[in-house]
């Protein structure tokens, strides 16, 4: 089966600048995630979607960070302003909803550097 | 709010030994406890995983064993090779709402040849 894919793979911007990043998760699976992973960090949960709705952004910096995920598939993930704090890589994944089977497939990640 | 802590932040063995990596977890309601390895520049990829049904699990070199009463599980690796040398995390998935995935904050193995 074809696994999560997210775009762009590096992305360069300056500090103020905005930037959105896109994944598209594995056909059927219900549940999506986004993380933050800072170099030498575990990934960090900015905002988890179950189908289109949001079911967790508790840790989502939400004035500069949005994110949507419409029609409960594509999702964006958005930051405007980004700060230098911001560089890191972003995360999506996406695991088949409820039950025993919960794994989490990840796709590539983006890698955001900000100057 | 949810928590999972790793130990040891690093972890250097040499080829042939085994490795042990520990973890807890704060929410008692947490259900699914998987562990995923994270290649230099490449995406995490479950490795194994244990649901709060079993105290071991085991997949040729690999275990991992958990303790539901003092919130602990730990990973093993039975004859390090070379090639195991990656970062590792575990994680927990809460049963409390939708499957919610928490990750520590990872171990970086190294295994010397």
């Known amino acids: 089966e074809a696994g999560v894919a997210q775009s762009p793979r590096y992305k360069i911007i300056e500090k103020r600048q905005s930037v959105a990043f896109w994944c598209n998760p594995i056909?059927?699976?219900?549940?999506l995630y986004w993380y933050q992973q800072i170099l030498g960090q575990g990934p960090k949960l900015l905002i988890q979607?179950?189908?289109?709705?949001?079911?967790?952004d508790s840790q989502l910096p939400k004035d500069r960070f949005s994110a949507e995920r419409l029609k409960g598939v594509d999702s964006t993930l958005k930051i405007q302003p980004a700060k230098l704090e911001d560089s890191a890589v972003y995360l999506c994944?996406?695991?088949?909803?409820?039950?025993?089977?919960?794994?989490?497939?990840f796709g590539q990640g983006t890698r955001l550097t900000v100057v | 709010g949810e928590n999972v802590e790793q130990h040891p932040s690093t972890l250097s063995v040499q080829e042939g030994d085994s490795a042990v990596i520990k973890c807890t977890y704060s929410?008692?309601?947490?259900?699914?406890f998987p562990w995923y390895k994270q290649e230099l520049g490449k995406r995490p990829q479950l490795i194994i995983d244990?649901?709060?049904?079993?105290g071991e699990k085991k997949d040729q070199r690999i275990a991992v064993t958990l303790n539901k009463t003092a919130k602990h599980f730990s990973l093993h690796i039975t004859e390090t090779q070379p090639e195991d040398s990656a970062v590792y995390f575990c994680?927990?998935?809460?049963?409390?709402?939708?499957?919610?995935?928490?990750f520590g904050a990872g171990t970086r193995l190294a295994v010397h040849p």
């Open positions: 244990i649901r709060s049904n079993v």
């Open positions: 056909s059927g699976h219900a549940t």
């Open positions: 929410d008692s309601a947490s259900n699914y």
């Open positions: 994680a927990a998935v809460s049963s409390g709402g939708y499957n919610k995935l928490i």
């Open positions: 979607f179950q189908n289109n709705g949001v079911v967790d």
């Open positions: 994944a996406s695991s088949q909803q409820g039950g025993w089977t919960t794994e989490a497939f």
